[in-house]
Structure formats: C-alpha cells, structure tokens
C-alpha cells in the first residue's frame, strides 16, 4: 500500500505539469488579454498599450511561461491581475468555501445515495425500487445548474424559505454564534442540493446495480443458507463488496471538493475556487487560472491516489496483490 | 440600505483601480475638489465646490487656483490640505504607479502649493477643459501613503490602508461577498451622510439582481434591462428610475472591407435598417434614434441633422447605383460575382445586441444583403476588433462629457493604438479635430464641433442605432436619491430609508 502511495505521488509531478502547461497554451489561444476586458473610464488605447506592457503581456509567449513555470517552481504562483492580491491568498481565501460546499456536497452525494440503493434493492422491481429508478434518472439527466435554478425558483422566490445567494445574509456579523451557523446553513442548503442531488442519483444507480449484482453471488447463497436475517446479509454482507465502485466514484468526485463547481458557485455568487475560476477566465487573469488549475490538478490526482487506498482498505484482495 | 451590482472594489486605490464599479465606490471614500454636474444639456458641464470652496483662473488662462475647505479632515483626524493635492499629481503622473487616467493630467505642468489650503494648477496652455482635467482622479492622503516608494505600490494590501474623507469610510470588505461603507462621522459637510451603513452584494450575473431587488433583499439595481421594467414597474414596494445614459449603439463597419468602402453601400445599410422597430422591440420604447457621433442630449450636439431615414426601397436604388444587383437570381445582390455578404459581430453577454443582429438580418435581407449574426464572448470581441479582423460589429459607447472626437475619428497612422477600429479616414475631418482640439474657449469648438459631425453624418462610417435609457430598479423605501447618469451614487451623502409605516 505505501508502494502504491509513493509510486503515484512521483507521477503526480509531471502530469501537474503536464495539465497546467496545456492550461497555459489554453488560456493563451484565447483572443484578447486582461488588458483587453477592462472597462474603465477613462482608459485610452496608449494607457491599454502600457498597461499590457505593465503585466508583461506584450512579451513572447514562450518566455511568460518559462517565467510563471519558474517562478511556480519556488512555490510563487504570482499575483493576481484581477484582485490585486498574491494568487495563494486568492486561494486560501477560496478553499474554504469550496471545501464547505462540496464537502456538504459529497456526504449529501453518499448518504442519499447509499439509503436510496439500499430502499432499492430490498426489494427490486418492487415500487419503492420503480420510484427510485424513475425519480433518480430524471435527476441524473438534469444539469447540476439547471436544478440550481429549479431550487432557486421554489424555495427563494416562490416560498422565499431560502436566500438564492451569498453564503451571509446582509448584517450576518452582527449575529450570535449559533444565528450566524444558522445563517450559514441556509445558505448553504440549496447549492449542496445542487450539487449533490445528481451526484446521488448516479451514486444510488451504481450501487443498486451492485448490490443486486451481490446478492445473485455465492457467498449471499451461502448466507441465506445459514440461516442469516436477510436485513444482515443486505447491510453486511451484500453492502462491503458492493461499495468498491462506487469508492472509484467518489475518488473522482473527491477533485470537486477542492477545485469547487464552476456553475453552481456562480449561479450561488458562492465565494469559492470554481466562481474564482469563472472570474479568472472571463477577466483573461492568467496568473489565477493557472494557479485555480494547478491546486485542481493536484487535487484530481490525489483524489484518485485516495480512492485506490480506500480501495484496498474495502476489499481484502487489492492489498494482497503484489 | 443594500445595492445589488455585477462589480466590486477590486483595490482601495483609486489610482490602481481598472474599473468602472471601483471608481464610483471609491469616489465615496476619497474626496474631489469639486462635483461635475448634469447639466451638459445646453453647455458643457458645470461644477459645484466639494473639497475645494472655489477656485479662480488666472488672466492669461495658464493657471488654476483652488482654494480647499479649511474644515476637511482625514478619518484619522489629520487636515486635508494642499499638499495632499500635490501629492495625488505626483501620483496620478507616476509612471510605476502607471494610473489608467493619466492622460487627463498631460497639460498640467505643476501643482504648486501656495499655503495649506490653497493650491495652483499650472497649466502648459489655455483651453476649455482645465477644471474638468484638474478635478479628475480623487484626492488621496499624503500623510499616510505618502511615505511608500510608488515601485512598491502594486504589492501593498490597500485595503489595510484605507483612510477616507469622503461621507462614507470602509467598514469591512470580503471580496465577492460584502463591502460594508459606514458613515464617516469626521465628515466635514454638517450632518452628512443620513445613511448609517451602505452595503454592496456584487453578484456573479443579472438574473439574482433582479430577482433580489424584487424580494426585498437589495434596494437597490442600477443598470436594469428593458425587459425587466415590467416586473419592477408591478412591484409596489418599488420605484423605476430611467434618464438617458450618454450611451448609444451602433453598427462599425470595418472600411478596410472592399463591400464597405464605398459610403453610397453604407448609406444603403442605414436605410434599409429600421431603427425604430429596433427601439420599439429591442428597448422597448427606452430609447431614441441616434444621429451622429455627439449624442443629441449633449451641449456640442449638431441640432440640424437628421437621422438617416428607414426607406428599403431608396436602399436598393443605392445599391444599384453602387453595382450590386442580383445577378444570378438567388435574391441575394452581387456585383462581379462576389455576394454582398457579411459576418455581423456581438458580445454573447449582450442580449440586447444579439436581438439588434437578428433584427438587421431580417431588415438587410429584404433588400438582398446576407449578414450572418456571430455571438463571440466579449473579450474575444474586442480582439477580434482592435485587430480590425471583422465586418461588422454592434456595439456601443458611452459618450463622455469632455467632448473628444479625436480618438475615434482621426485617421492617426497605422500601428498606433487608436479606438477608430473602423478605419475611417477623411483628410477634412482630421483637420477640423486638430482646430478643434488647438482653440481656447467652448464657444469657438462648437462650430468646429458641427461641421465635424455633419462630415461623419454624410459619411457613415457606423450605422448610428439608438441612443440607451439607464434603468434603474430601487426599493421605495430609500428616500431622496438623485439618481444620474454622472454616478448612480451621486447624492449617496442626502439619501435615507423612509420607516416602513411610511412605505405606501
């Protein structure tokens, strides 16, 4: 198992490398600069002029990568054209947000998804099974922002139960700290939906799939056989071998956690990595971009480095493999 | 008191600043020497004391004298005075401090300071728009940043830095969230501002702001679409605010293209446009014909034009006259076997520009023009323009009170950076902009003025559209705004929130 670790955290490396360089190339092909998007007053084409000339955009492509690849390459990631401020505390000051979100997000994900398949495949084909096939298709086929505006239309405008934006009400400071955890969690409620609504429709497909898959095995047979309660043998039994997919699931879902959902946090003015990556693109602010994606990058890569551990935790046959 | 809008402040320094939305949030905070007016209707601008009590020319024209209000303070209690004006001229000229305005100050040769409250601008001639170029850009203290080098300037944390002597001083700031002004209580206007706290929820898109203003959550949206007037208009906790904006809409026709050079072909294109159904579809009614280069609500406007009728009919005689018929009888005009046919260029954020395109295919291809709408995103847009690989674009300007037609008109030499994107280029016009930019007094522009906007007329190198109506959706229980096309906070310091049993 530390074999495994340490062979992935030396690939990590190149291929981090690899995906910012073809971010860099990306973001270039794109027509126009930062200097290009700004909208101020009072600016004239010679104060555009120097003003690219001030970000070094009017350099040869080749030499602004060697120097952001230089600089990265010490831990600097250079400062943001948009915030005016160093790209790692645009960042840090994303993560959190993100992290709280798409962390609600997964548990939201796992825990529907899991209770859903179980309901399921107590008694498949039954109308609880029906329900939950018919209910968790319509749902895996919608996209994420499309039910982000459904939840906003009942829940904020309709019903107006939930804020349709921000992650503090106007004057949250000035709460108490149970009303201010209170005011955060309406707040947050509708983006995780949002986000996690399809991820558990996918999540209870796969694991239904499974564990009816489980429980046409042998070793069921021989449970039944034994005389064992067939709620012990869906829970127990059945449920370990039938996770491992859904494992590989969550480890390429983990990636989300760290580099946000572009759409959701946008649609939400949600302050974390994937609406600081909408900025960063629209605005041409290369320096963010390219930090957002090398932090996505590695977050994708050791989310997959995770999945396969918990993997051979779940599954006796993964660690004995040599 | 909550104003929904699609910026923030994205620094605390104003002469670091590279946006519209900070610039206006920032003119609360730091102070001016005087506030220019609205009322450019009848002659340029006028401008009312606000840091500075007055001010006095000189006889030969050459300098500017301010004379700054005794009683304004810093929030940290020290005086404003004279050399805090030198100090933001030195600022404003740095060039590591690189300030996107800097072009305002190019005539002014010094700022000198006289004694603490009085300061004399120097200029290096006389001409009309020494106040308006020596007002611009806010004051900043000396005191406090004075003593750090501008090299270092682009990696300070302005936001720690913040002291004000405008009406309203910073009170917290999270970046995409909230940005909380309070009252500045050192104010030295007696007993302004009435507003407690001014709160800002910059939103990622449109469609929360609307949706926000109408649940109460912000009081406030300024910049609405026509399409939402209805909504806001039917709310009765809410007040609709409209006033020509300065802004109108257009259609660039890139003159490098063989199809455009010839003005009898773009005469024919503003004919067969109808731009009313334009104003009545697209604005819905908020918005009126735009004639030529100077917008007609402006001083310097040449009231004798007219806007190029909608006649298709005199489109296709012009057309013909021009060679183009229809040859091969595909309905589309031809001449030597090439169509008349285009690519007409938009900003996909724009929704109102991308129904203009539609209109214009429908309205050009009645009289056997093919134009192809493209929806690029914006700054691909404005590449692709200032590249001058287009046809066509629809796009808009906001025209600003200094009138100077230079940078869009003259024909400056190639590889210069310019904003006349279309290549226009008419001897007559260029000499006309160097006269007028040379004379002294408002009164010997405006012939200048009128004769260059009746060449541009004739020659029309854009389609003129409409000229825009700012919306602005606000909640009724915020009292006493004047709202205005100079700033949406304009009076910010006089407004107050009416108690909610006086909300009807």
Redesign the interface.
């Known amino acids: 198992m530390t074999r495994i670790a340490i062979r992935r955290l030396v690939t990590l490396v190149p291929l981090v490398w690899l995906v910012v360089t073809v971010t860099f190339l990306v973001v270039q092909l794109?027509?126009?600069?930062y200097a290009?998007?700004?909208?101020?007053?009072?600016?004239?084409?010679?104060?555009?002029?120097?003003?690219r000339a001030?970000y070094g955009l009017d350099r040869p492509l080749g030499e602004q990568y060697l120097r952001w690849l230089a600089a990265a390459a010490t831990g600097d990631l250079g400062?943001s054209y948009?915030?005016?401020?160093p790209v790692a505390k645009v960042i840090g000051?994303a993560l959190p947000p993100t992290l709280l979100l798409a962390g609600t997000a997964l548990l939201l994900d796992l825990g529907l998804g899991v209770l859903l398949a179980l309901a399921a495949a107590r008694r498949p084909y039954g109308w609880v099974d029906r329900l939950t096939t018919v209910l968790g298709l319509g749902i895996y086929g919608l996209p994420s922002f499309w039910i982000a505006g459904l939840l906003?239309l009942v829940f904020?405008?309709g019903l107006?139960w939930l804020?349709?934006?921000?992650?503090?009400s106007?004057?949250a400071?000035e709460l108490s700290a149970t009303g201010r955890l209170i005011d955060l969690l309406r707040h947050l409620l509708l983006p995780a939906l949002s986000l996690g609504l399809v991820g558990a429709a996918a999540t209870a497909r796969l694991l239904r799939a499974t564990l009816l898959e489980a429980r046409a095995s042998r070793f069921v047979l021989a449970a039944t056989a034994r005389g064992l309660s067939p709620r012990r043998i869906l829970w127990v039994h059945s449920l370990r071998p039938a996770l491992l997919p859904v494992i590989t699931a969550f480890g390429l879902a983990l990636p989300m956690v760290v580099s946000g959902s572009v759409v959701v946090e946008?649609?939400f003015?949600w302050?974390g990595m994937g609406?600081?990556l909408?900025?960063a693109a629209?605005a041409?602010d290369i320096p963010l971009v390219m930090g957002l994606t090398l932090v996505g990058a590695a977050a994708v890569i050791l989310g997959s480095l995770i999945a396969d551990l918990l993997y051979a935790v779940a599954d006796p046959r993964a660690r004995e493999e040599r | 008191m909550v104003i929904g809008g699609l910026g923030d402040v994205l620094s605390w320094n104003p002469y670091l600043a590279e946006d519209q939305t900070t610039v206006e949030i920032l003119s609360l905070v730091y102070p001016s020497l005087a506030v220019e007016q609205v009322d450019y209707q009848d002659h340029p601008p006028s401008f009312a004391p606000s840091l500075a009590t007055g001010w006095e020319p000189s006889a030969d024209g050459l300098e500017l004298t301010f004379f700054l209000d005794p009683r304004a303070r810093w929030s940290d209690g020290v005086p404003v005075t004279a050399e805090d004006v030198a100090f933001t001229f030195r600022t404003q000229r740095d060039p590591d401090v690189a300030w996107l305005g800097s072009d305002a100050k190019d005539a002014i040769l010094e700022v000198a300071v006289v004694d603490a409250h009085t300061v004399r601008f120097r200029f290096d001639r006389a001409y009309p728009y020494q106040l308006m170029d020596a007002n611009e850009g806010p004051i900043i203290p000396a005191h406090a940043w004075g003593g750090i080098p501008y090299p270092q300037w682009r990696d300070v944390d302005w936001g720690e830095r913040v002291v004000s002597a405008g009406p309203f001083r910073k009170a917290s700031h999270r970046p995409q969230q909230e940005l909380v002004l309070e009252r500045n209580d050192g104010y030295w206007h007696q007993g302004r501002p009435y507003l407690d706290r001014v709160v800002w929820r910059p939103m990622p898109s449109r469609t929360p702001l609307l949706a926000q203003l109408l649940t109460g959550d912000i009081d406030l949206v300024n910049g609405l679409d026509p399409a939402d007037i209805e909504r806001v208009a039917g709310g009765p906790r809410l007040r609709l605010v409209s006033f020509p904006d300065r802004g109108y809409s257009q259609i660039r026709w890139n003159l490098r293209r063989p199809h455009f050079s010839d003005p009898r072909v773009r005469r024919a294109l503003a004919m067969a446009i109808d731009r009313q159904a334009i104003i009545d579809v697209v604005y819905l009614g908020r918005a009126r014909p735009s004639v030529g280069p100077v917008i007609s609500t402006m001083w310097a406007f040449n009231r004798s034009l007219q806007a190029v009728a909608f006649d298709p009919a005199g489109a296709r005689r012009l057309l013909a006259e021009a060679g183009w018929a229809d040859s091969d009888g595909d309905g589309n005009l031809d001449r030597d076997g090439v169509e008349l046919a285009f690519e007409l260029l938009t900003n996909s954020e724009n929704d109102l520009r991308q129904d203009i395109c539609l209109l214009v295919e429908q309205n050009l291809a009645k009289v056997g023009i093919v134009a192809r709408p493209r929806f690029v995103e914006w700054g691909t847009m404005l590449a692709l323009e200032t590249g001058g690989d287009f046809d066509a674009i629809v796009s808009g300007w906001i025209e600003p009170t200094l009138i100077d037609l230079g940078p869009l008109w003259h024909s400056s030499p190639p590889g210069e950076p310019t904003l006349n994107s279309v290549g226009y280029a008419n001897p007559e016009v260029d000499r006309l902009l160097e006269a007028a930019a040379a004379v002294a007094t408002f009164a010997e522009q405006k012939p200048l003025f009128d004769r260059i906007q009746a060449l541009i007329v004739d020659d029309q190198p854009y389609t003129f559209l409409a000229e825009t109506e700012r919306l602005v959706g606000i909640n009724a229980r915020v009292r006493g705004a004047v709202i205005n096309d100079a700033s949406p906070y304009f009076n910010l310091d006089e407004w107050y929130v009416a108690r909610e049993a006086d909300v009807r």
């Open positions: 794109a027509p126009g600069s290009d998007t700004l909208d101020h007053p009072r600016l004239t084409p010679e104060a555009r002029q120097n003003l001030s400062s948009l915030f005016k401020e000051r906003i904020a405008l107006g804020p349709a934006s921000h992650m503090h106007v004057g400071g946008s649609v003015s302050p609406m600081a909408w900025r629209e041409r």
